[in-house]
């Protein structure tokens, strides 16, 4: 802010003197401390932030450097409307306004996962993906805007509870940039971790520019892998018991992957653009992104081992690499502003996990870990008599996953903004969305290969992506492709019935058209001898599934009425709508095992939101005071809810629509200039959520009345900023505050738990001289042990949590 005080009297002093009128001192210090606004692309027009009648939160550039934000668990801390339901890097959904249920396990995200209900874009395409949100590292990032609530009619599907952009610095024609920026950190009880950033805006003609950005990060670990012994217990799971005198249960151990600090993370990426200016009226813009993500470890802690400690007997790693390339060519037909853009995903996941813990829950644990002893059963079933002992021995239990998951993804849109009188604008377009997701997933049991299944290859005649033989030790897999193409029309228009009275009505329609190809295998076991060839299933086949595809089509609309009080106070209303789309259930139309549970249905349906809002933006006292808010009512209909059930219902994970909700809320942000040197940052958010209707069939909701969860009812976030000359140097400080109240781990009435509510203190200190600065500080100032996410997705409770308290100093350079 100091910075930025001393360009605005500069400014001041120039056209004072280019106009020959005097001012002063005390009208100097009104102009430094008024409040700075940014601009923001939030209704698809450049417009002030606070000239825009929906609600939009933005951190600029010069924020994420503040608040030492990296990746999206480091930017969500200061948006308290904001939660997430993270297992890592790269394995997150996000949450808005309250509109929140428990993540889907990574691990069957590609197979079975929902699209989630927060749409998140980069520049101009969506990268929403089933529980793994694109997780791009905030290098040379322009801004990023959070839009709360429903965004549907400009922002389309999965736009539902809200939106979240990326927006990246583009190429500088007229202006030459560099810089570099690293850090050095030491978390308590962790290992160090680095950060390498660097940037360079080249004007190569007066009509060419390119724009380099690269950068390295490496996070040291904080969680220890510790020794452990893990043991079948028929007490935690019956169906592991094999009910017969001197059974031997042999023991899994990790001793060959004890680790302290194993959840080290790396971010490795780079960005080149270029900028073409055709001619006075078009211009070209070409960008291609890389980026690649690795991790090791877990980045959830098991108390019952120990405070950020775990024990884990399979190998956990994951890499996660994307690509993307993105065209935008925009201009003028006379009053017309014209604007194509598309872009191309290309993303790679690969992840190892630890599924030991299945061995506490699953069905069907003894038949593919331990020995058969019924002699009637060898004659039936023709198996080798080498297989069975005269003492029922279970082997080894250690459990493990193996998966890959590829995206790719084509977007196209072309929008037209123009005004039809004076009073009258509007922007339409069109949009089309090609996505595509093959996840290959192999769940390894380590005992199989000696009780004497044989590898299997996935259904012949399904529509696979790798038809070979899978390794020795796996029991089941998904090979599995979705598809979802989508076609939009969208288009508001504004009409300005007084000089202060605004009118906004937006409409989208859509048409989506979703498949569900391939097939999910058993290696073969001693149930699937030679008299019974039933080894999986063919999603174009079986369980009421066929060869065609779901398709959905619908109509959304927005209304919004605005009133500018005064020059600095903007009011308004808004009717706005949302979607996310259905899918198909990987285990729909096979029999429940339970007579009280009916079938799963072969499809979920749409979920569907509407919102009722009022908000403000103001600029008070002499502009010196920024405070935003609202104030809305969500009705949540059809929430598709996902449930593993290895008991009554078809061993599988699977989507309901199951429940309706209600959401009454307000959020609020300020920033105050209170002198010279102090400005005050803050927001908060409140949230009344409420289970209003159960319609779940085969999921065991929380009862009506319930909250939702992932969600506190209070968050808020303080932060003060100091600013000051110290000799030749600029000088600041900055506290951060960051509080979240309790709030419950899941919406699925088994494995619902409250959360405790956590505070969070951060401080810095900050040193700068001409282009140099130095920057001191302290994140998670108290260590805190904050509950992010309780969740049992590898079938053992375990808590995601934040970093330890970290110490850390940064240089930087800007040209």
Known sequence: MFRQNRLNQAIVCALATSASFSISADDLKDVERKIETIEVTATKRVQNIQDTAVAVQAMSAEDLKDQNVGN?????????????????????????????????????????????????????????????????????????????????????????????????????????EAGFSSSLETTKSGDMSTVIESMINLPVTDNLAI?????????????????????????????????????????????????????????????LGLKYLINDDWDL?????????????????????????????????????FNQTSWTLEGRLDALELVYTGAFLDREVQQSIDYTGYNNSGAFIAYYTCTYDNPDYIINYDIDPNVITDVRHCKDPTKGFKGQQDHKRMTHEFRITGDITDSLRYVTGIFYDDYEIETQ??????????????????????????????????????????????????????????????????????EIESDFTGSSNFADGIFQGSKNTDRGRDYDKSGGHTTEPLKIDDIITKFNLSYKATDDVLLYATYSEGFRPGGFNRGGGIPSNNA????????????????????????????????????????????????????????????????????????????????????????????ETELTNLKGQVIEMAPVGSELPLTPKFQGNLRLRYDWDLADYYANWQLGVQYAGKSWSSIVAEEREQQDGYTMVNFSVGLEKDNWGVKLYANNLTDERAELFINTQDDNRRISTNRPRTFGVNFSYYY
Do not use: C, H
């Open 72 to 176: 999206f668990d480091d930017f969500v801390r200061y948006m308290p409307n904001v939660n997430v339901g993270s297992r890592g890097p790269g394995q997150a959904d996000i949450f808005i306004r309250g509109m929140a249920i428990q993540p889907i396990t990574v691990m069957l995200s590609g197979a079975q996962g929902t699209m989630p209900n927060v749409a998140l874009y980069l520049d101009e395409q969506p990268v929403t993906a089933p529980g793994r949100n694109l997780d791009v590292y905030a290098a040379d990032i322009e801004r990023i805007e959070v839009l709360p609530g429903p965004q549907g009619t400009l922002f389309g599907a999965s736009s539902q509870a809200g939106t979240i952009r990326y927006i990246t610095n583009k190429p500088k024609i007229d202006v030459f």
């Open 211 to 271: 724009r380099g950005t690269i950068y390295s990060v490496n996070r040291g670990g904080y969680i220890d892998n510790v020794q452990g012994n893990f043991t079948l217990d028929p007490s935690i799971n019956p169906e592991s018991a094999v009910n017969l005198p001197g059974a031997k249960y042999d023991s899994a151990n990790n001793a060959a992957l004890v680790q302290e600090n194993f959840n080290d993370s790396f971010y490795k990426g780079g960005r």
């Open 285 to 321: 813009l070409v960008q291609t992104m890389q980026q690649e993500i690795g991790a090791d470890g877990v980045f959830d802690y098991d108390p019952e081992v120990g405070d950020l400690q775990v024990q884990r007997y399979f190998p956990d790693s994951l890499k996660d690499k």
């Open 441 to 510: 997933d192999d769940y390894y049991y380590m005992a199989t290969p000696e009780l004497g299944f044989a590898p299997n290859a996935p259904i012949s005649d399904a529509n696979n992506i790798n038809p070979n033989t899978r390794p020795a030790g796996v029991a089941f897999f998904n090979d599995i492709t979705r598809t979802e193409e989508q076609i939009a029309l969208f288009g508001e228009m504004a009409w300005d019935i007084t000089d202060d009275l605004t009118a906004t009505v937006g409409l989208r329609w859509y």
């Open 596 to 687: 009280a549970f009916p079938d799963v249905e072969v499809t979920y349906g749409t979920d569907d939101v509407v919102n009722y809002e009022m908000g403000w933006k103001t600029l008070l006292a002499d502009q010196t005071v920024k405070f935003n808010g609202n104030i809305y009512f969500i009705e949540w209909n059809d929430m598709q809810v996902s449930r593993f059930d290895p008991v009554n219902v078809s061993i599988l994970t699977f989507i309901e629509n199951a429940a309706d909700s209600e959401i009454l809320g307000i959020e609020s942000d300020v920033v105050w200039n209170a002198t010279d040197n102090l400005t005050v940052y803050g927001a908060v958010s409140y949230n």
